[in-house]
């Protein structure tokens, strides 16, 4: 079994992929949206950071999280967020997802993959790079024209807050070139 490396750095900054198990389009519904919400809110109660940018498409997630100072525990808010949805929802479904009996086994639900995709912002440009690819994945998938017209997204935030104009990237790609995001973080192209 494959060891997995992450970087530890007390206050850092970090991009994160999440992914659904399968890719399962699970956050189409509103529902389960505003569940994944509540956990993270819980999560931020106990374990406090900051979302800098967020976006929720069906079957995954992009955030960039800044932690306090101090503090490096980005993978126990993960798994503290993933259980915390996993139990709200199989409350509101009754029933579990599909799955294995040896995912039965490892403890896993049906509905997350088992890990997430990290990377240490590094500079202010590393990220707005990273910062803009959030905004701009669900145009990128295909979903909307415009990032303004994907609800699930801190995209709408960061207008009220004069950082982006209402029609940013409306129609075409940002500056950046996105490539190595998308290799680095398993997305589809």
Avoid at 17 to 24: D, L, M, P
Avoid at 60 to 83: C, M, N, Q, V
Avoid at 145 to 166: L, T
Wanted: hydrophobic residues 35%; charged residues 25%; glycine residues 6%.
């Amino acid at each position: 079994m494959p060891k997995f490396k992450r970087a530890h750095i007390p206050g850092g900054t970090f991009f994160f992929t999440v992914v659904t198990y399968n890719r399962r389009p699970l956050f189409q519904h509103s529902l389960a949206q505003q569940l994944l919400g509540d956990a993270i809110r819980e999560c931020q109660q106990n374990w406090p950071f900051e979302i800098n940018a967020i976006v929720l498409l069906p079957d995954h997630l992009h955030a960039i999280w800044t932690l306090p100072e101090g503090d490096d525990r980005f993978s126990a808010r993960w798994s503290l967020i993933k259980k915390g949805f996993t139990n709200r929802f199989r409350g509101v479904r009754g029933k579990e997802a599909t799955i294995t009996v040896a995912q039965q086994r490892e403890g896993r639900a049906g509905y997350w993959q088992p890990r997430f995709w990290e990377h240490t912002l590094e500079d202010e440009k590393d990220f707005e790079k990273h910062f803009d690819y959030i905004h701009f994945n669900p145009v990128k998938h295909g979903y909307v024209k415009c990032p303004q017209d994907w609800g699930p997204s801190s995209f709408h935030r960061w207008v009220r807050q004069e950082v982006y104009d209402e029609n940013w990237a409306c129609g075409e790609s940002p500056q950046w070139d996105f490539t190595m995001i998308e290799k680095s973080c398993g997305e589809p192209e």
